[in-house]
């Protein structure tokens, strides 16, 4: 199973990416993440708060490329990839995605291999280098990772746009928690699922002990493996990698975005 998360910058993606790798590690999956942020910051959490160097830092560098320097193995044989990209204000991070899997795929047989891939992949979609993992069907499933806040939101609509165009499919919104209004938040990100045609497939409420692990460079599932929101992000793995039903998505106007947060 291949997934990819999607959404607004600083929303949370890669948390969710090295938890939900992390769960499924723990049910003895082989499990793949791909991070595909020029930060390079993915997989941190999975290797003990350390990044790995990027495929095209090598490149860069001329570097002979083997699956041993790219291909780094974390918490629980989860194995690790980042990307990487440019320079800030010097080049296309999405043209970077497109170069370092082409190389991932010649030097080594992890995506074969893997019973389930994670793509964290940054921003949103409207750059055509970051829609690569659909654009080359190296994903099986999209998910939107979302809050309830207006412009968590409007990227996420943003991304239904391209997948439309696309001809993509949409598997579900994931909720990550920005606020202490909990009720609120669910009402609106459930409602704003539905508008685009698609679930609400998580609400993952907003709890320190998220932040503090990721202090420690760990993952709650390493760090706080018995907490409440262990259990949410185990729960989420578990969605993710169920026959879901996925469509086309329908997206909203701004107008009809607003008019959702307000009604709340």
Do not use: W
Not at 87 to 96: L, T
Not at 207 to 221: A, F, H, M
């Amino acid at each position: 199973m291949n997934i990819a998360l999607y959404g607004k910058g600083g929303i949370g993606k890669s948390t969710i990416a090295s938890n939900v790798a992390a769960a499924a590690a723990d049910k003895e999956k082989n499990v793949l993440v791909i991070g595909c942020d020029p930060k390079g910051d993915s997989t941190a959490t999975l290797n003990n708060g350390e990044r790995i160097t990027p495929i095209l830092q090598y490149m860069k560098k001329d570097e002979e490329i083997t699956e041993e320097k790219v291909v780094e193995k974390g918490y629980n044989s989860v194995r690790c990839v980042e990307v990487g990209g440019p320079e800030p204000g010097i080049g296309c991070a999405g043209r970077g995605i497109i170069v370092a899997l082409k190389k991932l795929r010649k030097v080594s047989n992890v995506m074969k291999e893997s019973d389930l891939i994670l793509f964290d992949v940054p921003g949103d979609i409207v750059c055509g280098g970051l829609a690569v993992p659909i654009r080359k069907n190296y994903v099986d499933k999209a998910y939107i990772v979302t809050s309830g806040e207006y412009l968590p939101l409007y990227a996420a609509n943003n991304i239904c746009k391209g997948l439309k165009k696309l001809g993509a499919e949409l598997a579900g919104v994931i909720c990550n928690s920005r606020t202490e209004n909990a009720e609120e938040e669910k009402k609106i990100t459930s409602t704003f699922a539905k508008k685009l045609g698609t679930n609400l497939v998580s609400y993952i409420p907003r709890k320190d002990i998220v932040q503090n692990c990721e202090r420690d460079g760990k993952t709650v599932i390493e760090n706080k493996p018995d907490s409440s929101i262990s259990r949410k992000y185990k729960e989420i793995s578990r969605d993710l990698e169920s026959d879901k039903e996925t469509t086309k998505p329908s997206p909203l106007t701004d107008k009809e975005i607003r008019a959702i947060i307000k009604d709340a």
